[in-house]
């Protein structure tokens, strides 16, 4: 790990300020390239952070991989069709005990008449080092109902109820979140729950809706 680190640039920082012992989260390069096939790839690291840190080196290195084997997978009469591979990332939450970070990714595969956008999710306990999944977030095991309605109330709220491809009636195991000060936010992928041409969709939750969240999540 530290070999790969090394040969990966630090962009800039950031701090959260009022803790006991202030949080950085850097930007960290992965891939910067334009020669044709355009990389712009930056993922988030906080140090001591092992387990959120190989896991983001890993999605960014991911698209990296992705990008660059269909750039290569392009025959010779295609010389002008390059890939493009781009991740960004923003930190939703950090408080002393908790990180949430979504990232925002895209991959234009050589030749592809449309690119596949992307979102991914990692929240972290800052103490521990442990991922937090859903099911972390709440007192006891019975929380789908009540998350399930709030959800289908807001998706008819918004109007994206009428756009689904199917009834939204399941919370899966997995669901992708982020937190922020006030909301709960599921995220779902391009073509998970609606047609492609609208992409990756949000869902916000206030947290304040939501029976047995735990106090240290509210």
């Known amino acids: 790990m530290a070999s790969k680190l090394s040969a990966i640039s630090i962009a800039c920082a950031v701090t959260l300020t009022g803790c006991a012992e202030p949080v950085e989260v850097e930007e960290v390069v992965v891939a910067q390239e334009d020669d044709g096939m355009v990389l712009d790839i930056t993922v988030p690291q906080v140090e001591g952070l092992d387990g959120f840190n190989e896991e983001a080196l890993r999605l960014g290195e991911q698209l990296e991989a992705q990008t660059r084997q269909s750039e290569q997978a392009v025959t010779e009469g295609y010389t002008d069709v390059h890939a493009d591979g781009e991740m960004n990332f923003e930190t939703k939450l950090l408080d002393t005990e908790t990180i949430s970070v979504l990232l925002n990714g895209v991959l234009y595969e050589a030749g592809a008449a449309h690119g596949y956008t992307y979102k991914e999710t990692l929240n972290y306990e800052l103490q521990s080092g442990s991922a ?87």
């Open 132 to 218: 937090i999944k859903m099911i972390d977030l709440f007192e006891g095991e019975n929380y789908e109902a009540n998350l399930l309605a709030a959800v289908n109330q807001e998706m008819e709220a918004s109007g994206l109820k009428e756009n689904l491809s199917f009834p939204f009636d399941q919370i899966k195991e997995g669901q992708q979140f982020y937190l922020t000060e006030q909301e709960l936010v599921l995220v779902f992928d391009q073509y998970e729950i609606t047609s492609g041409s609208m992409g990756p969709q949000e869902v916000a939750i206030l947290k304040s809706e939501l029976e047995n969240l735990k106090d240290i999540y509210k």
